[in-house]
C-alpha cells in the first residue's frame, strides 16, 4: 500500500505517475497537456518509458499472487471497489474540472462521466456478489465444476474523449476479477487517469497492483501490448490502431477486446415527433462536440419530410450555445485540440468539394472567446452521395451530414453500406416498424425515440470495423477471466484401467461402455 499523494489535493494532477505502486517521473518522452478553450498550458510531464512499463507489469503479476489480494472472497475484493466508488463520488467536481481542462468538454457533461465511473466500479462490485461459478451436470462417478480465474496483467488503453468513463469500464470489471491492471490513458489526456490513479491507491489496493503509464502509443502502448506477461488487451479507440493491436493479440495468442470507431445512422420517419426528434437528433450528434464514438453523424430522413426537417434542424442548430465548457448553459466547449480541428476542417471542405451543402456552421466561429480555443461551429451538411468520403469516413466532430430515404429497403440498404456498426437511432411512431428496422440495421446498440442513452447493465460493442467483444453489463467481468475446469473423483475404487489383466485370452477383456472408459 503507498501513501495517499499530493494528487489528491486541489489543483490538477503533479504529473507524477504511480508505477508499480510508487508515485514517480516517468522516464519516457514529455508529454504535453493544453487547455484547448485557450490553449494554456495545463502540464508538461515526463510519459512512462518501456523500461516503466516492463517495471509495472512485472510489479503488478507479482501483486496479484500476493495473497493480500489473490485470496480476497468476491465479497472482500468488492469492499476495494465501493471504495473507489466513493473516492470518485467524494471528488466529482476535481476531477469534472480536470477533465474538463484536459478535453475541453463542458463540466455538466465531465461532472456525469465521473458519476457513471463510480457507478461503474458499484456496478462490478455487486457482479461480484451474484457471479456464480457452475456445476456441471455429471457424466461418471465425479463431479464437474467451472470456475473462473483471473488472467493476469490486463492492458487498458483508452481514448480521449470519455476517459474517466472508458478508464473505468476497463479497470473495475478487470479488478473485481482478481487481475492486475495498466492503464495507457491517450496522449491529448492523460490528466484525469492520474487522478484515478490517485483514487486507486486512496482506496488501499496493494501497491503495484495498478499502474497509470501515460505515454505515446507507438512508445509506450507498444510496450504494454508487446509484454509477455500482459494478458489481455483491452482496447477502445480508432480502427485502425484496433487493427493493429488485434494483429499483435493474434501473434501473441492473448485475447482482446476492441471498442473501435464509428459512423452511426440516426433515421427519421416522416410520422416521428418531430420536436422530439430534432432534439434528439442534436444531442446525437452535437453533445461533446461530436467528439463521440456513437455519435449519430448520418441523419436519413424519409424524403416526403427531408428539406423541411433540415431546415429546422439547421435554425436549432445554429441556436445552440458555443463557449466557455465551464459556465452553466453552454451547450459546445471547444474540439480536444488544436490539431483535431484542422483534421475536422479537411472533412467539411471535402464534403463541399464532394457537392455538399453546408446549412449550418462550416466555420470557426470568431471573437472573444472563441479565437483562442480549438472551437468550430456545429455543421450541417446536405446534398452529398452515401458514397462520399463524408458519409463513409469517422469525422469524430461536429459534423452532421444528411441524406433522404424512400423507404425501409432503401433505408437499411443506405444505412448497412458502412464498414462500421456501432450505433443507430430510429425516431418513429410506429413501433412496428421500429422493430423491423432495428433488427435489420447492422449495429451493437439501436435506439427507438431516444439517442445516446447508457445503461452499465446493458452490453456494449460494436459489429464489423466497430470492433468486436462487449463491455458492460455481468458478463462484462467474463472478459476478464478463463474458465477452468475441475473434475472431483467420486469413486472410492482404483481405476479400473489399471486393475491387473483378468481376461484369459490374448487381449484385454474389459467390457466397454463401463464408468471407467467413459471420456465424454
Ligand atoms: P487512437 O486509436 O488514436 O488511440 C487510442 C489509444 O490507443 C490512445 O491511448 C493511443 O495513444 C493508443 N495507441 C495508439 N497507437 C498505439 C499502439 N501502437 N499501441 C498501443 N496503443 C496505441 O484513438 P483516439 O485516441 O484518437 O480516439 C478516437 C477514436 O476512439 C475514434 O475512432 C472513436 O470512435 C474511438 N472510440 C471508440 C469508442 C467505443 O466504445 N467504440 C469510445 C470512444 C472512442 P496516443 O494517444 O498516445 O496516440
Known sequence: MTTPTATLDAGLPDGRLLIAGDWRSGTGAELESINPFDGSLNRTFAGASPDDVDEAVTRGREAMDEPAWRDLLPHERARYLHRVADHI??????????????????????????????????????????AEDTLTPRRGDFLTMSVHEPLGVIAAITPWNSPIASDAQKVAPALAAGNAVVLKPASWAPLVALELAAIVDAAGLPAGLFSVLPGSGRETGEAIIEHPLVRRISFTGGTTTGRHIADVAARRLIPTSLELGGKSPTVVFADADVDQAIAGVLFGIFSSQGQSCIAGSRLFVETSMHDEFVERLAAATDDLVLGDPTVPGVQLGPLVHFDHRLDVERYIAAGVDEGGRVVSGGARPTGPPFDAGAFLSPTILTGVDNASAVCQEEIFGPVLVTLPFDDEDD?????????YGLAAGIWTADYRRAWRVARRIDAGTVWINTYKQFSISTPFGGTKDSGWGREKGVAGIRQYQHQKSLYWGMDPSPHAWAAPHRGDGDGPSRPEGTREGRTS
Open 89 to 130: 463520488e467524494d471528488r466529482v467536481d476535481r476531477i469534472a474540472a480536470i477533465q474538463t481542462a484536459d478535453t475541453g468538454k463542458t463540466l455538466t457533461e465531465t461532472a456525469a462521466l465521473a458519476r457513471s465511473a463510480a457507478g461503474t466500479f458499484r456496478y462490478f462490485a455487486a457482479v461480484l456478489e451474484v
Open 411 to 419: 433505408l437499411v440498404a443506405q444505412a448497412n453500406d458502412s464498414v
